[in-house]
């Protein structure tokens, strides 16, 4: 299975989920903390879903877990320009790299 059961098959979480006005899918940043936990072993973070992705850093697991299970399911937009990012890390190297002086 693909819900953490150590069975996870690769797969995508499905995305389409029931889609808000925002085009959010009905999640946010927040709601991915649900699938990100504390080892309590190693004191590590890891990602629920494939179990495989551990971090010190419980942002570096939720960067994770949007980008390889929810990726394309939150909107996120350009603050200067309205360009359209798939994940929260997207927006910021576009920002980085196209906004650098502003």
């Known amino acids: 299975g693909q819900y953490g059961d150590q069975g996870y098959d690769g797969q995508m979480i499905d995305p389409n989920m029931t889609a808000g006005a925002d085009g959010n899918k009905g999640l946010s940043m927040d709601d991915l903390n649900q699938f990100v936990t504390r080892d309590s072993v190693s004191a590590k973070w890891f990602?629920?879903?494939?179990?495989?992705?551990?971090?010190?850093?419980?942002?570096?697991?939720?960067?994770?877990?949007?980008?390889?299970?929810?990726?394309?399911?939150?909107?996120?937009?350009?603050?200067?320009?309205?360009?359209?990012?798939?994940?929260?890390?997207?927006?910021?190297?576009?920002?980085t790299r196209v906004h650098k002086s502003s």
């Open 47 to 95: 990602c629920m879903i494939c179990t495989k992705f551990t971090h010190s850093s419980k942002n570096n697991v939720i960067n994770h877990v949007e980008s390889k299970h929810f990726s394309g399911a939150i909107s996120h937009f350009c603050d200067l320009c309205g360009q359209y990012s798939k994940t929260k890390n997207a927006l910021q190297n576009h920002k």
